[in-house]
């Protein structure tokens, strides 16, 4: 190696053939991680430098490129390597330059995830331009206005081809929702407003500009900390396409009558709905009874909370009202759930003569001490697992952990 870096202390038989020929996923940042556990701070650009020569040459094609924060290293963009690139993750705050250069030579990426970080994205805006079937975007922690805007005019010129689109911005935007109308084929949407709580200001404005939006093919909605009036907007937007809900939201910032909307606008527009999480309050329980009598296709039901909640009423309606469909449930349960056992109880007593359900409980806010409590909910779902109410319950805390064919659905549907 140059430099005078000693990158082996043994000698090696040279392979029988050429194993980087077949690499097809370049990760920079994974690469960066092992460079600096491995090598003096003084020697990390010439490593970076080196690598990126061996990775990089006209032996080589990649379909993935993955870009560290603050990356700082001579890019040498070989048309070879990066003609066929179909996915690219970076952070803006690298050299506007080396994007640009790389738009040169990369015209074919469809997933397009970028974390927004400063003010100058010259080299983002016109990597997004040349693409030619970009199908998912992904733009993430942008806090700056101006550049917001510059990102929603880049994304309307993209927008005929865009399947996928998250969408994370500062809380206090001004966001001009109706551009996602452009989004005429969109199949999936998240928006994240992060970095505060919801500006019911911005919120009435973004309503008046989304007045005649459309979503025409609109199959998933997530969002975090969206207004429940936007949703109400969005749910509309996207009529009875959609399959997936999946709502965060605090709701100490909302309007108990927005809230009451938004659950009769699923009530009206999503009858095919499949999977649904949000959080719920007893306040409309009516609605959620509602929901359930109309959504004869709902398979998937999360709640999210339970502050504010009363299980009696929840699980009496659960058992009333729940659809043939209905087989999979994720719930909260915090450690003052105690004398609710017997509610759940009797939940999956009554449960009895439907088709067996998969169960997903959520423990938050144990500790060592609730130990028998939790051994005593565990005991419990055992008895009707026994007894196949309960086909197969999950008890973990991430979501998504779990790849059993059973409780897949939830990381399936984006669910965590």
């Known amino acids: 190696m140059k430099q005078g870096i000693d990158l082996f202390t043994e000698i090696y038989q040279t392979p029988s053939f050429?194993?980087?020929?077949?690499?097809?996923?370049?990760?920079?940042?994974?690469?960066?991680?092992?460079?600096?556990?491995?090598?003096?701070?003084?020697?990390?650009s010439t490593m970076r430098n080196e690598l990126f020569k061996l990775f990089v040459n006209n032996n080589t094609n990649f379909i993935s490129l993955i870009f560290p924060y603050d990356y700082k290293c001579q890019v040498n963009w070989n048309k070879q390597c990066f003609s066929n690139l179909k996915f690219f993750y970076f952070c803006n705050d690298i050299d506007q330059s080396i994007l640009k250069e790389l738009a040169t030579v990369s015209k074919s990426i469809k997933i397009f995830n970028c974390d927004v970080i400063g003010c100058n994205i010259s080299g983002t805006i016109r990597l997004i331009e040349v693409q030619k079937n970009l199908d998912s975007v992904r733009i993430s922690g942008c806090r700056i206005y101006e550049t917001w805007q510059s990102i929603?005019?880049?994304?309307?010129?993209?927008?005929?081809?865009?399947?996928?689109?998250?969408?994370?911005?500062?809380?206090?935007?001004?966001?001009?929702?109706?551009?996602?109308?452009h989004f005429v084929n969109l199949k999936s949407l998240e928006i994240i407003e992060s970095f505060g709580p919801p500006n019911p200001n911005n919120t009435i404005l973004n309503l008046n500009q989304s007045e005649k939006m459309s979503l025409p093919a609109l199959k998933i909605l997530k969002t975090n900390q969206v207004s429940f009036m936007m949703l109400t907007r969005l749910i509309e937007s996207a009529n009875v396409q959609l399959t997936v809900i999946d709502i965060h939201f605090n709701d100490?910032?909302?309007?108990?009558?927005?809230?009451?909307?938004f659950f009769q606008a699923m009530c009206q527009n999503c009858p095919n709905i499949k999977y649904l999480s949000f959080p719920?309050?007893?306040?409309?329980?009516?609605?959620?009874?509602?929901?359930?009598?109309?959504c004869q296709h709902l398979i998937g039901l999360v709640i999210r909370s339970e502050g504010g909640l009363q299980y009696k009423n929840?699980?009496?309606?659960?058992?009333?009202?729940?659809?043939?469909?209905?087989?999979?449930?994720?719930?909260?349960l915090n450690r003052k759930f105690g004398a609710k056992y017997k509610l759940l109880r009797s939940f999956l007593a009554n449960w009895k003569?439907?088709?067996?359900?998969?169960?997903q409980i959520w423990p938050v806010n144990y500790c060592l001490e609730d130990e028998?409590?939790?051994?005593?909910?565990?005991?419990?779902?055992?008895?009707?697992?026994?007894?196949?109410?309960v086909k197969k319950i999950d008890w973990e805390i991430d979501w998504c952990s779990n790849d059993s064919?059973?409780?897949i659905w939830i990381k399936k549907r984006c669910f965590h």
């Open 353 to 359: 003569g439907r088709h067996t359900m998969l169960l």
């Open 252 to 261: 100490i910032y909302c309007e108990f009558e927005d809230v009451r909307r």
């Open 405 to 407: 064919e059973e409780s």
């Open 314 to 332: 929840l699980f009496k309606i659960l058992n009333k009202s729940s659809p043939s469909s209905l087989i999979k449930f994720g719930f909260t």
């Open 372 to 389: 028998q409590e939790v051994k005593r909910l565990y005991e419990l779902i055992e008895y009707y697992e026994a007894r196949g109410i």
């Open 18 to 44: 050429n194993y980087i020929y077949f690499w097809r996923h370049l990760d920079l940042q994974l690469l960066d991680r092992m460079i600096s556990r491995n090598f003096d701070k003084s020697d990390i």
């Open 152 to 181: 929603e005019e880049v994304l309307i010129k993209k927008a005929i081809t865009i399947q996928n689109l998250y969408l994370c911005y500062d809380w206090n935007f001004d966001v001009d929702l109706k551009f996602l109308s």
């Open 280 to 294: 719920i309050k007893d306040y409309v329980l009516i609605e959620f009874e509602s929901l359930l009598i109309n």
